[in-house]
């Protein structure tokens, strides 16, 4: 969800007048939304789920970003060149396997351009060298991912409509009205495909969100949580913090079964850290087995959340991006992921 | 070693030095000569070309492998998305890489600042999976890439190296220029991984395109291949992807580039040490052969004491192996601090000017300097074995007598032995090079040499001959000694042949040469006044230019040049491809009868490009010119002492007309009839872009002719020093041996005063005989050294640097040469015999038979 930050780090914090801004009001328009803003400083298309294998689940997620760096006027238009970094193209891909005991992972940048790194506009079809995320003609989408140790080819298959998160995919994420993004969910997504070659099933959840004005100052991290419920139901659930441990803004919404859609005010969100687990490597401590309250129709309901494997701790820092925890998880009636960060060093930006 | 008898050599050595310390101390340093010679060129050579690798490969960025554009113009950018998606291929990183200067490159006697740098413009996301030190980290500790302060376009990163040359740190302005072009740009960081021996600067890909006119064009694609995958396919697979005006270079082929670049000039420089180190050889069996001689009835004592004659080898080799091994020490540390000296003051090119932006550091290797070490062994035990052999088979009990074996004079000496060494040279001579070097010819310079050494017995007495007969008594004397004992005067002799020989080839081969180069600079610089644009050979005078420089006053005819790199073979250094207005002024050698097939561009090509890729008078050839392989006539071929690699004269129409560059590099000027020079000259100055003044240089053809043959004696430099240690050694050696031989000689004088000779008369011999031997020997040396010199004229520079010379003799130094040599035999022998005369030569006759 807020993988913004990865490319807040990659860009300059100060709003720039060049970039388009977050409007609440705007309608989201399928499938055009799918595709790329290229006039929003920054976007993401983020695929997290579980496979069922015969060792039991694994997690995994696929994120592409693209961002619009802050070249100033002068170079964005005038420099004809080809290799001008009009947009850049960011991705990377983890596999959560309990049997490894922690991350495999990998990542990929380049500037778009030359069909190498593209960012489609009007549908979904993201390419990075040999790594692709795409929305088929039939309807469903397609994720082609490979490196060092792992390998997916994923199809998946929508069994509900998206989500619009927010006021109509107007998502706030602070107290000043401009701190906001465009938003939407696409949950309970049928998987099948290979996992290194072998056939797997299983269920995942894409988050499309993009922004040009995202974070308060104020903000050290974030935590965010995307539930795919065994009824049918998808819980979203996400809080900003800031340095004292509290949440500056939070927010999310349920969905059940029926397409009865709630969308939660920060009020109405309570999250409670607790399972630290410390990182041997960074030595960070993580909340892993936070336990959150979210009020539904009124009435407050109680979710401990447990990982699938404590260590899903990603360090991209040597990369220029930052130290995170994102991970497979399951909560009595559901499954989904967990995104921590903020936790370590405190992310500066 | 059971005969050996460290009581019995430890006599023989003290009783050696006190005899002589001097020819002791001159075979020692002989030997440390050729020693420190040979270690110091391989030291230098070894740090130079390091040096001139790790810059190599620090402008490189050390990829797997490359894809290179076979000329400045680069290739078309859409070729990276075709390589980047082949199989195998992990990451492909665009290059666009330029030559460029910064500040006002220097002219010869000016003292401004200013330099050549490669400027290299990468993206640093492609750039840190394939090449990572190539990208620049921001001296606020992020990467350069996108990360704060955000993109600055103008950002540079430098290479220390280059920062510390052009004063510049990081925060500060830093105008470089290339292409033509002009650029204000601002230091963001330094690149550490670049090290201390290129002169580099990366931007940004982007903003080296637009900014020095590179829009669509890439010079370089580094290629990081996949974990596993099979490399032979993966560079099958990209080769067959690439277009004519691209090539695929691997880093071994990129080494050898930076080795042949001056492969030829070390080797020749490691072989002249080697004939130092011979001709110590020579020195070493000239001192120990007298003193042999001299010691005949010691070794008699110690043969009637019981040593037996196999102990007399051995003792006189473990003699040898000491004076072996005093001189070998001591030529390396002579060596080191040779090379120290030379590196210093010379740069690590020893004045050659192939590497001239790097800085050679030295390193003490142990096991070359064992190598070098056991040459100078070899050498000593070499120069002691036949003098040995010889000892050991004498009778004892003559010897003991002082009657050694004398040869018998009425019997001639042998003369096959030295015709079928001059033989077997001459057959080395006409071999073929082996692996591009002129091996065979070195080894025909050493045969000559040992021949003609071998022949002066004979030959001593062949030159003595018509002179017997001469009525005044000391000469008859000294004739006939020297005609009855040739034997004798070749050893004192074979050093100073060996010497003369050396410095006569070496001086008529330098002679050749630079009257060859004189003669070619007159020949190829007709017009009055030139302008050339260093470090701008992507590109430097547009048109508008051109005409702007057409229209100053003074000119009556101004003709432009554009010389360009170009990539025939990846592991060749690139050759020159020069468009030219107007007829060529070169000294063409052949021309083609026939006028140019249809379709074909005439071409002149350079003696280099014939020998190194085979390129003939009346040939069609096919070269990438704009792209495309053109069919080129080969109209006729010239001589060109500037480009070792190559070079092919092309008209500039039509060049243009296959590239569509119509910029220019070079300018030749011919002034109106009463124009100033310095006038015209400094408006064609103002007339230039800003952009390249930093690049331009102005010469009139006389001072281009003098700094040019400047630059050619400073690389002769350590040739002539070479020359000169030779011939001192020799006239050391011709010293020594002749006071040695006055002194064994003493009973033979005394005898000649108690038979009436006066002490005058006697004296009067010796010198005849000094001068006579000296005027032999020098004789046999300018021989001998004159068929050396054609074997490095017509052999060895040929073969080595791929271009011929006249043969140029230098009589006036080869005579000074002659009279230097007689006057110091003669004087040398006169000084000796006044020595041995005053001490009472009548009394030795009375010694005890």
Redesign the interface.
């Known amino acids: 969800m807020l993988r913004g930050l990865v490319l807040l780090l990659l860009a300059p914090l100060l709003v720039a007048a060049h970039f388009a801004p977050v409007r609440p009001g705007v309608a989201l328009r399928f499938p055009a939304d799918h595709g790329a803003h290229p006039d929003f400083r920054t976007e993401w298309w983020y695929v997290t789920g579980q496979l069922d294998t015969p060792d039991g689940p694994k997690g995994f997620q696929i994120t592409f970003f693209r961002t619009k760096p802050d070249l100033g006027p002068d170079i964005a238009t005038n420099n004809p060149s080809r290799f001008t970094p009009r947009q850049v193209i960011f991705a990377h891909a983890a596999i959560a396997d309990p049997g490894h005991r922690r991350l495999r992972h990998a990542a990929r940048i380049a500037r778009q351009g030359f069909g190498l790194a593209e960012a489609r506009v009007g549908d979904m079809d993201v390419t990075l060298d040999d790594w692709r995320l795409w929305r088929g003609a039939d309807g469903r989408l397609h994720a082609r991912v490979a490196d060092k140790g792992f390998a997916l080819d994923l199809a998946f298959t929508p069994t509900q409509g998206v989500i619009l998160q927010g006021e109509g995919g107007y998502s706030r994420k602070g107290p000043h009205p401009q701190e906001a993004s465009h938003y939407y969910s696409w949950p309970h997504l049928a998987v099948a495909g290979r996992l290194n070659g072998k056939p797997v099933k299983g269920t995942a959840w894409l988050d499309r969100e993009w922004s040009s004005t995202l974070l308060n100052p104020g903000a050290v991290g974030w935590d965010w949580l995307g539930l795919n419920l065994d009824d049918g139901g998808a819980l979203t659930l996400f809080r900003v913090r800031d340095g004292k441990g509290g949440a500056l803004w939070a927010g999310g919404s349920h969905r059940d079964r029926d397409g009865r859609l709630t969308v939660f005010k920060p009020e109405d969100i309570r999250w409670l850290a607790d399972g630290w687990w410390q990182s041997p490597r960074s030595k960070a401590r993580w909340p892993v087995r936070p336990v959150v309250h979210y009020r539904l129709n009124g009435r407050w309901q109680r979710l401990p959340v447990t990982p699938i494997m404590p260590d899903q701790e990603l360090d991209s820092r040597a990369g220029g991006g930052p130290l995170y925890w994102e991970g497979a998880v399951k909560v009595p009636g559901g499954r989904g992921y967990l995104e921590l960060t903020g936790y370590g060093a405190p992310l500066r930006m | 070693m059971a005969s050996f008898n460290p009581v019995a050599t430890r006599w023989l050595l003290a009783g050696e030095w006190r005899a002589g310390p001097a020819r002791l101390a001159i075979a020692v340093l002989a030997i440390a000569v050729g020693v420190a010679l040979g270690f110091a060129v391989h030291l230098v050579n070894t740090a130079a070309l390091d040096s001139f690798g790790r810059a190599i490969a620090s402008v490189s960025g050390r990829a797997d492998l490359a894809v290179r554009g076979r000329t400045p113009a680069g290739f078309d ?2 070729l ?2 075709r390589i ?2 082949l199989p195998g291929v992990a990451g492909a990183s ?1 290059v666009v890489e330029l030559a460029a200067s910064w500040g006002q490159l220097a002219r010869p006697g000016s003292k401004a600042r200013g330099g050549r740098l490669a400027l290299i413009g990468v ?1 640093p ?2 750039a ?1 999976g394939v090449t990572p030190g190539l990208v620049g980290i921001a001296s606020a500790g ?2 350069g ?7 600055r ?1 103008d950002a540079v990163f430098l290479s220390p190296a280059l920062a510390r040359a052009a004063g510049v740190a990081p925060g500060d302005g830093f105008t470089i220029t290339a292409a033509g072009q002009q650029s204000r740009l601002h230091v963001a960081g330094l690149l550490r991984g670049a090290g201390d021996d290129a002169q580099l600067a990366v931007i ?4 080296a ?2 900014r020095f006119g590179q ?2 064009r890439l010079q370089r694609l580094d290629l990081r291949l996949a ?1 596993g995958a099979d490399v032979a396919a993966a560079q099958r697979a990209i080769a067959a992807a690439l277009p004519a005006d691209a090539l695929l270079s691997a880093p071994e082929a990129e080494a050898s580039r930076a080795d042949a670049l001056s492969r030829a000039y070390r080797v020749n420089l490691g072989m002249l040490a080697l004939v130092a180190l011979l001709t110590g050889g020579f020195l070493v069996w000239s001192a120990q052969a007298l003193s042999v001689a001299r010691r005949r009835p010691q070794f008699a004592l110690l043969a009637v004491l019981g040593l037996p004659r196999q102990g007399l080898v051995v003792q006189l080799l473990v003699e040898a192996l000491l004076l072996g091994v005093l001189g070998a020490a001591l030529g390396l540390a002579l060596g080191h601090v040779l090379a120290t000296l030379v590196v210093d003051h010379f740069g690590g090119d020893l004045g050659g000017g192939y590497f001239s932006a790097t800085h050679a550091r030295l390193a003490f290797p142990p096991l070359v300097a064992l190598f070098f070490g056991g040459l100078g062994l070899l050498t000593a035990l070499a120069g002691s074995i036949v003098p040995a052999l010889a000892a050991a088979r004498q009778a004892p009990a003559l010897a003991l007598k002082g009657l050694g074996e004398v040869p018998d004079p009425a019997r001639p000496p042998r003369a096959w032995p030295g015709l079928a060494l001059l033989g077997a040279g001459v057959l080395a001579a006409l071999g073929p090079p082996i692996a591009g070097l002129p091996l065979l010819g070195y080894a025909a310079m050493a045969l000559l040499l040992a021949g003609g050494v071998a022949l002066m017995p004979a030959l001593a007495r062949g030159l003595i001959r018509p002179l017997l007969g001469v009525r005044a008594v000391p000469v008859d004397l000294a004739l006939r000694r020297l005609w009855g004992s040739p034997q004798a005067a070749s050893l004192a002799l074979s050093g100073i042949v060996a010497s003369t020989a050396l410095m006569v080839a070496m001086a008529v081969m330098v002679a050749s040469f630079r009257q060859s180069v004189d003669d070619w600079l007159v020949a190829v610089l007709p017009a009055d006044l030139y302008l050339h644009l260093e470090a701008a050979e992507a590109g430097g005078l547009q048109p508008a230019d051109q005409a702007r420089l057409a229209a100053v006053p003074g000119i009556a005819a101004i003709r432009f040049q554009r010389v360009q790199p170009v990539r025939l073979d990846p592991a060749r250094p690139a050759l020159a491809l020069m468009a030219q207005e107007g007829a060529a002024a070169v000294p063409v050698l052949s021309r083609a009868a026939g006028a140019p097939p249809a379709g074909a561009a005439p071409v002149i090509v350079s003696e280099a490009m014939a020998w190194l890729y085979g390129w003939k008078v009346g040939d069609v050839r096919e070269l990438v010119i704009g792209g495309q392989p053109r069919r080129l006539f080969v109209a006729g071929v010239w001589r060109d002492y500037a480009r070792q690699w190559g070079a092919v004269i092309m008209p500039m129409a039509d060049y243009r007309r296959f590239t569509g560059d119509a910029s220019a590099t070079e300018a030749a000027i011919e002034l109106a009839a009463g124009a100033d020079a310095a006038a015209v000259q400094s408006a064609l100055m103002a007339a230039l872009p800003a952009a390249v003044h930093g690049q331009a240089q102005f010469g009139r053809p006389s001072d281009m002719r003098r700094v040019a043959l400047q630059i050619f004696d400073r690389s002769f430099a350590v040739t002539y020093a070479l020359e000169a240690i030779a011939i001192l050694i020799g006239l050391a050696g011709v010293a020594t041996s002749f006071s040695a031989q006055v002194l064994a000689r003493l009973k033979e004088f005394g005898m000649l005063r108690h038979v009436g000779l006066a002490r005058g008369q006697v004296l009067a011999m010796l010198a005849a005989e000094g001068a006579g031997l000296g005027l032999v020997g020098a004789l046999t040396g300018v021989a001998l050294g004159l068929a050396m010199a054609l074997v490095l004229v017509k052999v060895v520079n040929p073969q080595s640097f791929h271009w011929t010379m006249d043969l140029a003799l230098p009589w006036p130094l080869l005579g000074a040469l002659v009279a230097a040599l007689v006057l110091c035999a003669g004087g040398t022998a006169l000084i000796a015999g006044r020595r041995a005369l005053g001490r009472g030569a009548v009394l030795a006759v009375r010694a005890d038979w």
């Open positions: 950018e859409l990276y998305p980047a998606r665009p993206d996301l492609r840190m992020q990467s890439v996108g990360s704060r302060p955000g993109w376009a940004d890909i982007a903003e395109q637009a829009l669509g974990e």
